[in-house]
């Protein structure tokens, strides 16, 4: 119970920029949130699909490298999934996929203080009905956090998309979207206006991200508003992802992240979650810093000054 489980898609991000050969990195949404909770000093275990082949083996090389231990059943024989990442000049990120996803038989009651999930792994069947199965069973009794991160090469209809991931954020306890998400699942409706309403169905927590311009906490009591610094940007690749981590991470360290705990979080000022948000927040800047989904370790982050 002592530590968090992350539920979603591991897979290899190629990533394809003008000018250069295309290089492989470890990634997917999940498994960068698993890494970069593990990196930052959370006990962490990640169940996953992740084939028994040389692109399976750098995965698990890469996660238990940091730490990050595999949940049983998530190793299958089927090909490891990839996901080619286009870069455009200014180093941002477009992809197109090529997966498989689902879960072993025989999950039920989690053994875990935190689950996280989101992306790909709780939209695409037919894993993404076990985990929406999994997290609705659960609520209430581990700590839910949660990031649509949409993609909409893969989630089909925007409307079915939003139903299910509305679903998934009734039952979490925190939420993290972007601008970008909801562009996409909300087209035309202020981020804001769609982030309370979210926050009211039932998370204690939402948090919106806006690329370079930082990042927005919505509590019950009030908004708070994070500038991210100012870095030179290798490229975008995992930076929602570690803003995830570092959320999480900064939960924890105020002694949040447990079912008996989160319930409190309810009752926090945004002035209480400033600071949680602003490391958040570096720790993404960080990984923009970086090639590829790289989150910073606890002593980099402490030691970073951009």
């Known amino acids: 119970m002592d530590e968090v489980l992350v ?8 990533v394809s920029a003008p000018g250069r050969v295309p290089v492989e990195h470890p990634g ?3 498994a960068n949130v698993a890494l970069g909770l593990s990196r930052l000093g ?3 275990r990640l169940l996953t699909r992740i084939g028994d082949d040389e692109r399976g083996a750098s995965i698990v090389g890469h996660l238990r490298g940091s730490g990050v231990e595999l ?12 996901a080619t990442a286009h870069l455009d ?8 996929f090529a997966l498989e996803w689902s879960l ?13 999930t989101g992306s790909i792994a709780a939209t695409l069947t037919p894993g993404g009905e076990d985990v929406l199965r999994l997290v609705e069973e659960n609520a209430g009794r581990v700590v839910i956090s949660y990031d649509p991160n949409a993609r909409p090469a893969l989630m089909g209809d925007r409307s079915t998309a939003l139903e299910r991931i509305e679903r998934i954020v009734r039952a979490s306890d925190v939420v993290k979207v972007s601008d970008e998400d909801l562009a996409w699942l909300t087209p035309g409706v202020d981020p804001l206006q769609v982030i309370e309403a979210w926050r009211a169905s039932g998370p204690a927590l939402v948090v919106l991200t806006r690329g370079g311009e930082g990042a927005v906490g919505v509590l019950a009591s009030g908004v708070v508003e994070v500038p991210a610094p100012k870095i030179a940007v290798a490229d975008t690749v995992g930076a929602g992802d570690a803003l995830m981590a570092g959320l999480l991470h900064a939960l924890d360290q105020a002694g949040l992240l447990t079912p008996a705990a989160i319930g409190s979080l309810r009752d926090k000022s945004p002035a209480d979650l400033a600071p ?9 800047a960080y990984t923009c810093t970086q090639a590829g989904a790289q989150p910073p370790t606890r002593a980099e982050i402490d030691a970073w000054q951009p």
């Open 28 to 30: 997917g949404s999940p």
């Open 42 to 44: 959370v006990g962490t």
């Open 7 to 14: 539920i979603g898609e591991a897979l290899v991000d190629i």
């Open 104 to 116: 072993p038989d025989d999950i039920g009651v989690i053994s875990a203080r935190a689950v996280h």
């Open 89 to 96: 000049d200014a180093g941002v990120a477009t992809y197109d």
């Open 276 to 284: 949680m948000l602003t490391h958040a927040v570096r720790v993404a």
């Open 71 to 82: 949940a049983e059943g998530s190793i299958t024989a089927a090909a490891t999934s990839t």
